[in-house]
């Protein structure tokens, strides 16, 4: 509702509700807050003048809801969602359902809590707004009541968070949202006052003077009138510096930090090489902090790069690049063309490191290369399709060589650090065929043994969550439980947000491959909500898609083309479009886009992917792909398709191979 009206099933796949009466039926319905709304009102509210035909119509478009809304109740039983209530209908979802009830809830128990704890609580709230409340049907008359209160109560959660923020000592955090809310909204006083109260406690009481002026001459300009009393009172306060303004005492952390800032700024010049480095070494830490600072690092680390080649100074160049070894444990890259520009200045960086340049430099920027060419990113032309067969990679050559000798460089050195990044690069390569989850367990157990010997957060948190990915595949899920429990410790403890989202996708596995049918389609809704603003899209795109394929294949049934209409499959849909095909009954479509399916990426799916193929291979008894597929997929028998992961699974891997072994001639064995 917090937006255009849509509906997701449980693993966040948006429903095909029908056309847009469709839709404001469902709206209107919602709008009544699970009461009754007679057919009559109904039909009052969609129509300006109503056809003869409208209470069929009315009954048609709540049948058709019905069916899209509850795919999978038995015929002829009633709807348990969206029910016959005497002389009309009512839609009763649970209140976790609906986003607006949810946003509610939210800022009326932000209410009751200390501002530090209000924040996060506010901050998801108002994220979860997509646009004006029902902003597909702001004409309709029903809607106009509902969208005035959800309009009211979010600007009133915006302020609260501001007024939240400047309680517990975070009055600097304040300011943008507060200058861009009194923009918007220039007739809410409460806005001016906190954004001046916000600016006072920052220490800038001359913006905060400024900024009470301001409005004194909006208000005059715009509705006629004198500030409230309020506003012209905290005026004479900021002006007196009155006690009543001084906010709690700034927290340990932000006072060491504005001071340090401070001395920074005043001590290095503005030209200094220096503050290159200085700026690398913040992204590093940014990175980690959670979707926003995911977002900002990628974006400014190419740009540092870029400003650090421009210097001339090869080392610092050097530096810069290996300054950034942020532990990456998903193997698809969220911005290809960042990561092809931090490779080739790391390979020009390379090519130009004088010969007495310290060893640890040039191993970190062999690194960084095996890092940031992870998956098939970095290739050189269009992968090539499943049917052409065996291929050389020579991208993959050149990244997996990079990773083996920074690998040596730094157990030569005995450097604790240099090692944990560059096994993270081993790690990453070490996809050129199915089949070594047990490689890499081994290496996420050294890289947790490394970095508990040696105090490092970063490297241990992505060990362990190698382990659990390695350990899923392997279908040992007792010991990646283990390994879950201890990252969300770990991310806690370190404040590293970003973790949670993997360790939320693993619990759906685990209640994917518990049976529980009812079980894993609620995890798999709550890890789709962790996607949102992760801040990681090369994990986000299609995931949620192949979320809500993996137990039509684990059935063994085909997907339908209704069930999985307008669903958005990302990067996966080459793997996929066979068998969406065939569950359409368009066996030669489907038999053209197999055998022009590129070769599944080297990666954390590809077994997955490769299972996929072989699958479809079996339906059109294609013989030259199932033999293909079996011999990439015959080395990981005793894994789980797509349980590398961490995320999902489509089932045993021996499964596929047994199957696709009849179609390509050979025994099950084979």
């Known amino acids: 509702m917090l937006g255009p009206v849509t509906a997701r099933d449980g693993a966040g796949g948006g429903l095909r509700l029908g056309g847009p009466r469709h839709r404001e039926v469902l709206a209107r319905l919602l709008a009544a807050r699970r009461r009754t709304v007679p057919v009559a009102r109904l039909v009052d509210d969609l129509w300006e003048e109503p056809p003869a035909t409208a209470v069929g119509s009315v009954r048609t478009f709540v049948a058709a809801l019905r069916k899209a809304l509850e795919p999978d109740r038995p015929p002829r039983t009633a709807s348990r969602l969206l029910v016959t209530r005497g002389p009309g209908y009512a839609l009763r979802p649970e209140p976790g359902a609906v986003d607006a009830w949810v946003f509610e809830e939210a800022v009326d128990r932000a209410g009751g809590l200390p501002p530090a704890e209000a924040v996060p609580v506010l901050s998801g709230a108002l994220a979860s707004w997509r646009g004006p409340a029902y902003a597909d049907f702001a004409g309709a008359r029903w809607a106009r009541g509902e969208r005035a209160r959800l309009s009211a109560l979010r600007l009133h959660a915006v ?11 975070a009055a600097r955090e304040a300011v943008p949202d507060l200058d861009a809310h009194v923009t918007e909204h220039p007739w809410r006083e409460d806005g001016w006052q906190l954004l001046a109260t916000a600016l006072y406690r920052s220490g800038r009481q001359g913006d905060a003077l400024a900024v009470l002026r301001r409005a004194r001459q909006v208000l005059a300009d715009q509705l006629g009138t004198d500030p409230g009393p309020a506003l012209a009172r905290l005026e004479q306060d900021v ?60 974006l400014h680390r190419t740009a540092a790069v870029e400003a650090a080649e421009r210097t001339g100074d090869v080392e610092l160049t050097a530096r810069v690049i290996g300054m950034y070894d942020v532990p990456a444990v998903w193997t698809r890259v969220d911005d290809v063309e960042a990561a092809r520009a931090v490779v080739r200045a790391a390979e ?33 032309g269009p992968v090539p399709s499943v049917s052409a067969g065996r291929e050389e990679d020579p991208w993959r050559l050149r990244a997996g060589r990079a990773a083996r000798e920074a690998e040596a460089a730094a157990r030569r050195l005995g450097d604790a650090s240099l090692l944990a990044f560059a096994l993270n690069g081993v790690c990453l390569q070490s996809f050129d065929r199915c089949g070594l989850a047990a490689r890499r367990e081994a290496i996420g157990a050294e890289l947790v043994g490394l970095s508990r010997a040696h105090g490092l957060a970063g490297p241990e948190v992505l060990g362990r969550l190698v382990r659990l990915q390695a350990l899923s595949g392997l279908g040992d899920f007792a010991a990646a439980d283990g390994q879950a429990a201890a990252v969300e410790e770990l991310a806690e403890r370190h404040e590293r947000p970003l973790a949670l989202v993997f360790t939320g996708w693993y619990r759906a596995l685990r209640a994917a491959v518990s049976g529980d049918a009812d079980a894993e389609r609620a995890a798999y809704g709550r890890a789709v909500g962790l996607l949102e603003g992760c801040g990681m899209p090369g994990l986000a795109a299609g995931l949620p898609a192949l979320a809500r394929l993996a137990p039509v294949v684990r059935a063994g049934l085909l997907p339908s083309p209704d069930g999985f209409a307008d669903t958005d499959w990302g990067p996966y849909r080459p793997w996929v479009l066979p068998l969406l095909l065939l569950g359409g009954h368009r066996r030669d479509e489907a038999l053209l886009a197999l055998r022009a399916a590129p070769r599944p990426p080297h990666d954390l799916l590809q077994e997955g992917l490769w299972c996929l193929l072989a699958r479809a291979a079996v339906e059109l008894g294609d013989s030259g792909t199932a033999a293909r597929a079996h011999a990439a997929l015959a080395v990981a028998r ?27 001639g050979r025994s099950g064995g084979a």
């Open 159 to 169: 302020e609260r968070r501001a007024e939240a923020l400047i309680g517990a000592g």
């Open 239 to 298: 002006l007196r510096g009155a006690d009543r303004l001084r906010g709690p005492a700034e927290g340990v952390a932000d006072g060491v930090w504005s001071r340090a800032a401070a001395a920074y700024e005043s001590a290095v010049p503005a030209r200094s090489p220096a503050r290159l480095e200085a700026a690398a070494g913040l992204l590093r830490g940014l990175a980690v902090t959670g979707a926003g600072g995911l977002d900002a690092a990628r």
């Open 348 to 380: 020009r960086t390379l090519a130009r490191l004088p010969g007495d340049a310290p060893e640890a430099v040039r191993a970190r920027l062999l690194a960084t290369i095996a890092v940031e060419s992870r998956g098939d990113a970095l290739a050189d």
């Open 638 to 664: 005793g894994e789980l398709a797509g349980a590398s992961s961490g995320l999902l699974t489509f089932g045993p891997v021996s499964g596929f191979l047994d199957r696709a072994a009849g179609v390509a």
